[in-house]
């Protein structure tokens, strides 16, 4: 039952924001149109960024592939991509909205733990090809983490901010390359500078 209602009031929000800017949806027009009262939106989310959390959470978890290989991230990005150019109306919402600056403040630590994943993934990539152990410390990989988990995200929105111009498979393989040949190169540099430190 609590997965129906946050689905319901997530639905209701995107059906509302068609025809009005999320800044001027209050949570009584929201509970209204979904056939809910306020207290049961209150025992759900905290207000509208907490139910735009939610809604992001959930497309996440539809569109990103296994994380386990990083072919996958390509996979990650379309789908991304793909549904901001379906949902451009609703995207180009969010972005204008005053709830912004707070969901930033949530999704960048969670792109940051996603990132962490995939240098966790391109490190024994890295042991595999080279034979080399690679070993990163927490501090390094939290280093590299804060770096291109927010470079992917400005891409990303910088690509759907001007028009989304370039086709999606075009873009994605630009990011793929900045992020695979910048992490992969900047793994290098930690693990060979750490040694040359350790020596």
């Known amino acids: 039952m609590p ?4 689905n319901l009031l997530a639905e209701t929000l995107i059906e509302l924001s068609r025809d009005r800017n999320l ?19 209150y025992n759900h989310f905290d207000g509208i960024a907490g139910l735009l959390q939610y809604l992001i959470q959930k497309l996440e978890d539809e569109l990103i592939a296994d994380r386990d290989d990083p072919e996958n991230w390509g ?3 379309r789908n991304i991509m793909e549904y901001m150019q379906e949902y451009a109306w609703f995207v180009s919402k969010v972005l204008r909205s005053k709830y912004l600056p707070e969901l930033k403040t949530w ?3 969670k792109l940051e733990e996603s990132m962490k994943e995939y240098i966790n993934v391109g490190v024994q990539l890295l042991e595999q090809n080279t034979g080399n152990p690679y070993s990163l410390t927490d501090s390094q990989l939290q280093l590299l983490a804060r770096v291109y988990a927010p470079c992917v995200y400005y891409l990303i929105e910088d690509w759907f901010l001007n028009g989304m111009k370039e086709p999606i498979d075009e873009y994605m393989n630009v990011i ?7 992490v992969f190169a900047a793994i290098d ?7 040359s430190e350790e020596a």
């Open 107 to 109: 999704l960048i630590p």
């Open 75 to 77: 996979d990650s990005i």
């Open 189 to 195: 540099y930690l693990v060979e500078n750490g040694q």
């Open 23 to 41: 800044d001027s949806i209050t949570v009584m027009d929201l509970v209204s149109a979904a056939g809910v009262n306020r207290k049961t939106f």
């Open 176 to 182: 793929l390359r900045v992020l695979t040949g910048g």
């Open 3 to 6: 997965k129906y209602i946050d």
